[in-house]
C-alpha cells in the first residue's frame, strides 16, 4: 500500500534526494512536496524550485512563515528578527522553529488535515553533514518510521500526532 508523503524541499541536494526516492517508491500523485519561503531565500532557490516541478511533474506547495504561542503570525526572517529582538544564533534557532517547523504544520493542518488520512513527513537529512548529527542519527536505518512527538515533541498536538509519523529516508 502507497502512503502519503510530504517532503519538505528546501531547494537544497538533500532534500531533492528525497524528493526524488519519495516520487521512486510512493508515485507522485502520493508524494506532496512543500516549500517553506523564509523571505530570505536566494533568487536561485526559486528558479530551482521552478526546475524541479518542470523536471519532476510535480507541483510543490510554498508556505511562508508559521504561527507563535501567542497566536501572531511571523511570516519573514526580516519580520521575525524584528519581532525576536536578535539574530538567530547556534542554539536559539527561532528562525528553524516559527519558519520550517510550525510554517509546515500549520500548511499541513490548512491544507491536508482531515483527521483521519495518514500523512508521514519525510526530511531529507544525512547523518555524515555534521558531527552533531552523526550523533544525533547513530542508529537510525532509512526505513525507521518515528511519532512526530518523538522529533517534535511541543510542536503537534495530538491530533496531529495521531495521523502524521516521520521518516528520514536517506540518513545513512
Known amino acids: 500500500m502507497k502512503t502519503n508523503i510530504i517532503v519538505p524541499v528546501s531547494g537544497g541536494k538533500d532534500s531533492t534526494a528525497c524528493l526524488i526516492k519519495a ?23 526559486y528558479k530551482y524550485l ?5 523536471r519532476l511533474g510535480v507541483s510543490i506547495s510554498r508556505t511562508v512563515g508559521g504561527k507563535r504561542k501567542d497566536g501572531t503570525e511571523q511570516r519573514t526572517l526580516p519580520e521575525l528578527i524584528k519581532a525576536q529582538g536578535k539574530f538567530p544564533f547556534g542554539r536559539g534557532r527561532f528562525c528553524t522553529m516559527y519558519l520550517k517547523q510550525y510554517a509546515i504544520r500549520d500548511w499541513y493542518k490548512d491544507n491536508l488535515y482531515d483527521g483521519k488520512t495518514k500523512h508521514q513527513i519525510w526530511f531529507g537529512m544525512r547523518s555524515d553533514e555534521s558531527g552533531q548529527r552523526a550523533r544525533k542519527y547513530a542508529g537510525i536505518e532509512s526505513s525507521d518510521v518515528f511519532d512526530i512527538g ?5 510542536r ?3 491530533k496531529l500526532r495521531a495521523v502524521i ?5 536517506i540518513v545513512d
Open 23 to 45: 516520487i521512486k517508491e510512493q508515485g507522485k500523485e502520493n508524494v506532496t512536496p512543500v516549500f517553506n519561503d523564509t523571505g530570505w531565500e536566494h533568487p536561485l532557490t
Open 156 to 158: 503537534y498536538n495530538k
Open 165 to 169: 509519523s516521520v521518516r528520514l529516508p
Open 150 to 154: 518523538d522529533i517534535f515533541p511541543s
Open 50 to 54: 521552478e526546475y524541479l516541478e518542470d
